[in-house]
């Protein structure tokens, strides 16, 4: 029985796109021989014919600047989207979906931002959507929500996925060095883009959990509801601080689902040590998911590079081809009914320096308790030469609305000089 051919756009051909071509190619007969079809790299789109990934390609004739050339192959039916950014590539993909040809996008962004107009496109013509390599590169937590967790309602999920901030917090914790450093570092070996915003403002993460989040919802969670903050204003002493408090500093993507109410966050936040996502160091990610019925569940592994996440397209693209499952996702609502919880309840921490007098403690003590926030833990540290202590706390649960409150008081007081960092505790 002849096996079915299969043939491959690629709009993009750096990291993601070469590792794509590198996979089909090196693996071909071995995918034929499993999934019973054939895969060839038939088009690809680039930027310029001289680019250096193109010397990889045997035949220099798949390569082409103009995208019209590919949308008009009519023998291409799968484009795998790994271009990054915004535009074109929103504009490609719709275009491509529109045609019915199947997409299969590792872009985030524009995943995040367009999925509904995405989806609409496919469901109209009708071409598949698939976008495993969105989240967590070679982790397949998509799948694992879409399929695998259907015997459960998601509670909740807590995740690193950002490699860039969690290895410059990884060094920081390791090796006690301030954040612009490790940055410096970062950007020299590549683990980080010349303008690093998207990831350690958290941007990436952000596009990130509201996929996951409307997945594990069922519900689609706009970026507007997200929280978001990022790691810029984490300092080695918030990290030795919180190695006191038997925590570890990570940048999480939290969603949780309580009395219909979702809320969806990401920040820096302190982990107890023997919580895993404590023990995930370097560029990994790992995505804890919480289940009513499974319990826990915690992927891990490498959550970017190039054949990570081209490992993930593929197996899109073959999925794709089987027809095994629905050709885009499908979700119960828009989102536009939903009720976003924006005045969680967490533990925090935060660190001031004050005047060393008497009674400075008592006062700071005497806000929170005025804003219902119940101190947990205080160290005080010796003072400084120029007469100032730190102090550094952790407070019970509260909610953010009054903890900020509290916040606000205190940084009025005469005592104290700086709120030097605060950061939210999740266990």
Not at 35 to 50: I, Y
Not at 79 to 105: D, H, Q, S, W, Y
Not at 303 to 308: D, F, K, Y
Request: proline content about 3%; some cysteine.
């Amino acid at each position: 029985m002849a096996k079915k051919q299969v043939r491959i756009a690629l709009l993009g051909f750096g990291t993601v796109g070469s590792g794509i071509y590198r996979i089909v190619t090196g693996m071909r007969d071995e995918i034929a021989r499993r999934e019973d079809v054939e895969l060839s790299a038939a088009r690809v789109l680039v930027k310029a014919l001289d680019e250096p990934n193109t010397k990889i390609a045997e035949d220099q004739s798949i390569f082409t600047t103009n995208f019209e050339d590919v949308l008009a192959d009519e023998e291409v039916s799968v484009i795998a989207e790994c271009m990054g950014g915004e535009e074109p590539a929103r504009t490609f993909i719709m275009a491509a979906l529109n045609a019915g040809k199947t997409v299969v996008t590792s872009n985030k962004e524009v995943f995040a931002k367009h999925w509904k107009q995405m989806e609409e496109a496919a469901h109209l013509s009708g071409a598949g959507l698939y976008f495993e390599a969105t989240v967590g590169g070679g982790i397949p937590v998509i799948r694992t929500l879409t399929h695998s967790m259907q015997g459960n309602n998601v509670e909740s999920i807590m995740g690193i996925i950002n490699g860039t901030t969690n290895y410059i917090l990884t060094a920081m914790s390791e090796e006690g060095r301030e954040f612009a450093d490790v940055l410096r570092e970062a950007q020299a070996k590549g683990y980080a883009e010349f303008d690093p915003t998207a990831d350690v403002e958290g941007f990436d993460a952000m596009y990130k959990i509201s996929i996951l989040a409307s997945l594990a919802f069922n519900t689609r969670v706009p970026i507007e509801r997200v929280y978001r903050e990022g790691i810029s204003k984490v300092t080695k002493q918030d990290i030795g601080y919180a190695r006191e408090f038997g925590c570890a500093i990570k940048l999480l993507a939290i969603a949780k689902m309580k009395e219909g109410r979702i809320e969806v966050r990401v920040h820096p936040t302190m982990v107890p040590l023997e919580h895993p996502l404590a023990a995930v160091r370097g560029s990994f990610n790992a995505v804890f998911i919480h289940g009513n019925n499974v319990d826990d569940v915690m992927l891990y592994g490498r959550g970017a590079g190039s054949l990570p996440t081209a490992s993930a397209m593929v197996s899109d693209i073959i999925i794709a081809c089987s027809g095994h499952e629905h050709r885009y996702p499908l979700l119960d609502a828009n989102g536009d009914g939903n009720t976003f919880e924006d005045d969680w309840e967490s533990e925090f921490y935060v660190h001031m320096k004050v005047l060393d007098k008497p009674g400075v403690l008592a006062r700071i003590a005497g806000v929170f308790g005025k804003h219902q926030v119940s101190l947990a833990s205080v160290i005080q540290k010796e003072p400084d030469s120029n007469d100032t202590a730190h102090l550094v706390f952790i407070t019970h649960k509260s909610r953010e609305k009054a903890f900020g409150a509290a916040i606000e008081e205190i940084e009025g007081l005469p005592e104290v000089s700086a709120v030097l960092g605060r950061l939210r505790v999740e266990h």
